[in-house]
């Protein structure tokens, strides 16, 4: 039956007392408020979706492209390289979807647009509006790594893919989006408003072409030093994971190691993340 | 007092203070008798790498359904005050409630029953002015029929309602500051805190908002507003209380200040100074007139000539030809004269030894 629970919120003349029908709530209070802010976010990215499809479509497209189809197609990377690429695209997409839908928000909403204050005044712990930025921003990433699939296909023509570890694969695309969001986390809070730029520029490039989602990372052994570089960077694990995952073939990092390590920064990140966050909420 | 309980019918479309006294959340005793809207007490704050105190031990209490204003130049600790009691800073000591909920203790629970309109535009650029009250009183778990009925009202009763649609962005600054207090109104506050509301607002505007804030108290809730303006506190407010340098130098009804201030009245002068007049030797001249108290210079920047306030025993008027004639004897001209009876700015400048402008 769906009569029964209806009355009791659409009925027009609800308790009139205030404060009453907000007590009513008050276990459920935090949880709802959260749930309410990335209802929030939803409407918003939801009303804007073709352009934030276009957003993220973007980018690895033109990378799947370019050095997927015409460097091997003209010849200067060798057939099969889409099998090392395709898995590393993924992970690029939602580790840097994730950043960036955390660092860029919370730097305009923190410096130019006060927004974040009326969440901010909302009846929930501080930490718990950071928490809402991270998984909203792991949201977006998501599609975005998912929308590497069919674009991967039409341009690929194939892409590795085993049904047997799908639901691998799953996680650690979460894993990585979670990550790029609590990256964008440290710095949508940490960076001041007027070196956003100088940041992004010096953080972006750095963290794309060393997490490993162009090149194998154990094939790096004679560039010792930019496989230590490389080691550092949390999306290599996320590449590597995938690699592992999808194209098993491809030399690669032990997939448990992958998901452990992926899961310790993901730890660090948050907590220094949400550190930054709340000394920025609070004076 | 009425607390407005019989009020909150559907044909009253200003918000009734509702708090915890009279919900579950908070078991703190019946409506009437329950805990002051603000408790403040021995309120510390000083900020990393500061030199000395924001805020130098501040006590007060705000009753409820009252309107207190909280009277201070730029930079006396009001912001910082109401930073705190908003749940946005952390006190470095001491302690503060509003409606009896500790702000420090369990901000989560304060924050239901406070209601905050900033300085500055924080509405969400993203969603229509409707959305905005929408997802405000989401956030705060008001429900949803609850909500769409309130926005409605709201709407309509800050004008609004005709552009209902309209992104913050579209509207002006008076309209921006209607929002937002539309907005704290929708969770029903017990508290509602108004900071610098009326800063940058055309006269209209800032009249249209003090009829609002009288209709608020009149609904019974709860409103603190922070100001420098001399003529808002005294005309909003049940109490003033005058803060600078992060202390509470006094805090009583506008009238009782003023009262508080000896019987004197005031001469105020404009003077155009001749070449070479010196306003410090004028101001002892003029000082030392038989049945004069002091004489004030009034610091008014942009202003090429000099304000003098002059405190008088008794009435002002037979001061005012000795006054001219010190003055002319100076080199000065005497452009303006005013008599007046003393008023919160002289309270003001009685405490601090300075103008609030």
Same mark, same amino acid.
């Given at each position: 039956?769906?009569?029964?629970?209806?009355?009791?919120?659409? /009925?027009?003349?609800?308790?009139?007392?205030?404060? #009453? !029908?907000? =007590?009513?709530?008050? &276990?459920? +209070?935090? *949880?709802?408020? %959260?749930?309410?802010?990335?209802?929030?976010?939803?409407?918003?990215?939801?009303?804007?979706?073709?352009?934030?499809?276009?957003?993220?479509?973007?980018?690895?497209?033109?990378?799947?492209?370019?050095?997927?189809?015409?460097?091997?197609?003209?010849?200067?990377?060798?057939?099969?390289?889409?099998?090392?690429?395709?898995?590393?695209?993924?992970?690029?997409?939602?580790?840097?979807?994730?950043?960036?839908?955390?660092?860029?928000?919370?730097?305009?909403?923190?410096?130019?647009?006060?927004?974040?204050?009326?969440?901010?005044?909302?009846?929930?712990?501080?930490?718990?509006?950071?928490?809402?930025? /991270?998984?909203?921003?792991?949201?977006?990433?998501? #599609? !975005?790594? =998912?929308?590497?699939? &069919?674009? +991967?296909? *039409?341009?690929? %023509?194939?892409?590795?893919?085993?049904?047997?570890?799908?639901?691998?694969?799953?996680?650690?695309?979460?894993?990585?989006?979670?990550?790029?969001?609590?990256?964008?986390?440290?710095?949508?809070?940490?960076?001041?408003?007027?070196?956003?730029?100088?940041?992004?520029?010096?953080?972006?490039?750095?963290?794309?072409?060393?997490?490993?989602?162009?090149?194998?990372?154990?094939?790096?052994?004679?560039?010792?030093?930019?496989?230590?570089?490389?080691?550092?960077?949390?999306?290599?694990?996320?590449?590597?994971?995938?690699?592992?995952?999808?194209?098993?073939?491809?030399?690669?990092?032990?997939?448990?190691?992958?998901?452990?390590?992926?899961?310790?920064?993901?730890?660090?990140?948050?907590?220094?993340?949400?550190?930054?966050?709340?000394?920025?909420?609070?004076? | 007092?009425?607390?407005?309980?019989?009020?909150?019918?559907?044909?009253?479309?200003?918000?009734?203070?509702?708090?915890?006294?009279?919900?579950?959340?908070?078991?703190?005793?019946?409506?009437?008798?329950?805990?002051?809207?603000?408790?403040?007490?021995?309120?510390?704050?000083?900020?990393?790498?500061?030199?000395?105190?924001?805020?130098?031990?501040?006590?007060?209490?705000?009753?409820?359904?009252?309107?207190?204003?909280?009277?201070?130049?730029?930079?006396?600790?009001?912001?910082?005050?109401?930073?705190?009691?908003?749940?946005?800073?952390?006190?470095?000591?001491?302690?503060?409630?509003?409606?009896?909920?500790?702000?420090?203790?369990?901000?989560?629970?304060?924050?239901?029953?406070?209601?905050?309109?900033?300085?500055?535009?924080?509405?969400?650029?993203?969603?229509?002015?409707?959305?905005?009250?929408?997802?405000?009183?989401?956030?705060?778990?008001?429900?949803?029929?609850?909500?769409?009925?309130?926005?409605?009202?709201?709407?309509?009763?800050?004008?609004?309602?005709?552009?209902?649609?309209?992104?913050?962005?579209?509207?002006?600054?008076?309209?921006?500051?209607?929002?937002?207090?539309?907005?704290?109104?929708?969770?029903?506050?017990?508290?509602?805190?108004?900071?610098?509301?009326?800063?940058?607002?055309?006269?209209?505007?800032?009249?249209?908002?003090?009829?609002?804030?009288?209709?608020?108290?009149?609904?019974?809730?709860?409103?603190?507003?922070?100001?420098?303006?001399?003529?808002?506190?005294?005309?909003?407010?049940?109490?003033?209380?005058?803060?600078?340098?992060?202390?509470?130098?006094?805090?009583?009804?506008?009238?009782?200040?003023?009262?508080?201030?000896?019987?004197?009245?005031?001469?105020?002068?404009?003077?155009?100074?001749?070449?070479?007049?010196?306003?410090?030797?004028?101001?002892?001249?003029?000082?030392?007139?038989?049945?004069?108290?002091?004489?004030?210079?009034?610091?008014?920047?942009?202003?090429?000539?000099?304000?003098?306030?002059?405190?008088?025993?008794?009435?002002?008027?037979?001061?005012?030809?000795?006054?001219?004639?010190?003055?002319?004897?100076?080199?000065?001209?005497?452009?303006?004269?005013?008599?007046?009876?003393?008023?919160?700015?002289?309270?003001?400048?009685?405490?601090?030894?300075?103008?609030?402008?």
């Amino acid at each position: 039956m769906t009569a029964t629970p209806v009355p009791a919120t659409e /009925v027009p003349d609800e308790p009139e007392d205030p404060a #009453v !029908a907000l =007590a009513d709530l008050a &276990p459920w +209070g935090p *949880w709802r408020t %959260g749930l309410a802010i990335l209802r929030r976010d939803l409407f918003v990215t939801g009303r804007e979706f073709p352009i934030f499809l276009a957003q993220v479509i973007l980018q690895p497209l033109f990378l799947l492209f370019v050095f997927g189809k015409v460097l091997t197609e003209l010849g200067y990377a060798r057939p099969g390289y889409e099998q090392v690429l395709f898995p590393g695209l993924v992970a690029l997409a939602a580790v840097l979807t994730g950043l960036q839908s955390t660092a860029l928000p919370l730097v305009i909403e923190f410096s130019y647009s006060n927004e974040i204050e009326d969440r901010l005044l909302a009846p929930l712990p501080i930490g718990a509006v950071a928490v809402e930025k /991270v998984v909203f921003a792991a949201m977006r990433a998501c #599609v !975005a790594a =998912a929308v590497m699939f &069919p674009v +991967g296909i *039409w341009i690929l %023509g194939s892409i590795p893919w085993q049904a047997s570890t799908a639901a691998a694969v799953v996680v650690m695309t979460v894993l990585g989006a979670l990550l790029g969001a609590a990256m964008g986390l440290i710095l949508g809070t940490f960076v001041p408003p007027n070196r956003i730029n100088v940041t992004f520029a010096l953080v972006l490039t750095p963290l794309i072409f060393t997490g490993s989602s162009q090149y194998p990372w154990p094939s790096l052994s004679h560039i010792r030093w930019f496989q230590v570089v490389s080691a550092l960077n949390p999306m290599t694990y996320v590449s590597e994971g995938l690699r592992g995952l999808m194209a098993p073939g491809v030399p690669h990092i032990q997939t448990w190691i992958c998901f452990v390590v992926a899961i310790g920064y993901l730890v660090v990140l948050m907590v220094v993340g949400m550190a930054g966050f709340i000394r920025r909420a609070l004076g | 007092m009425d607390r407005g309980h019989d009020d909150r019918a559907g044909g009253d479309l200003v918000p009734p203070a509702s708090g915890p006294q009279s919900g579950t959340v908070l078991d703190t005793g019946p409506a009437d008798d329950g805990p002051p809207a603000v408790e403040v007490a021995g309120l510390v704050k000083r900020y990393p790498k500061a030199p000395k105190d924001s805020l130098a031990g501040v006590s007060f209490e705000v009753r409820r359904g009252e309107v207190f204003g909280f009277l201070g130049p730029n930079g006396a600790g009001k912001t910082t005050t109401i930073g705190i009691l908003t749940t946005r800073i952390r006190p470095t000591r001491g302690r503060a409630k509003v409606a009896g909920v500790d702000v420090v203790a369990d901000p989560v629970a304060a924050r239901r029953v406070l209601g905050v309109v900033p300085q500055q535009n924080n509405l969400d650029r993203s969603l229509s002015v409707r959305q905005n009250l929408l997802f405000h009183a989401s956030y705060h778990g008001v429900p949803r029929a609850r909500r769409l009925r309130l926005a409605d009202a709201l709407l309509e009763q800050f004008g609004l309602a005709d552009r209902p649609d309209g992104r913050p962005d579209d509207f002006s600054g008076g309209q921006i500051q209607r929002m937002m207090i539309a907005r704290a109104l929708m969770h029903a506050p017990a508290v509602l805190f108004l900071d610098e509301p009326s800063t940058g607002l055309d006269p209209a505007a800032r009249l249209f908002l003090w009829e609002k804030v009288v209709e608020l108290r009149q609904a019974g809730t709860t409103v603190v507003i922070t100001t420098h303006d001399m003529d808002e506190a005294a005309t909003l407010s049940d109490r003033v209380a005058i803060i600078d340098h992060g202390t509470l130098l006094a805090l009583d009804t506008p009238a009782a200040l003023v009262r508080g201030m000896t019987s004197d009245r005031t001469l105020d002068c404009t003077i155009d100074p001749g070449p070479g007049a010196d306003s410090g030797s004028l101001g002892s001249a003029l000082g030392s007139l038989e049945g004069i108290r002091h004489a004030e210079r009034l610091d008014d920047p942009g202003w090429s000539g000099w304000r003098f306030r002059i405190y008088v025993e008794g009435e002002a008027a037979p001061f005012v030809a000795p006054v001219a004639h010190v003055i002319t004897a100076s080199g000065g001209r005497l452009t303006d004269v005013r008599l007046g009876e003393p008023n919160l700015e002289d309270v003001f400048i009685h405490l601090t030894g300075r103008a609030l402008r």
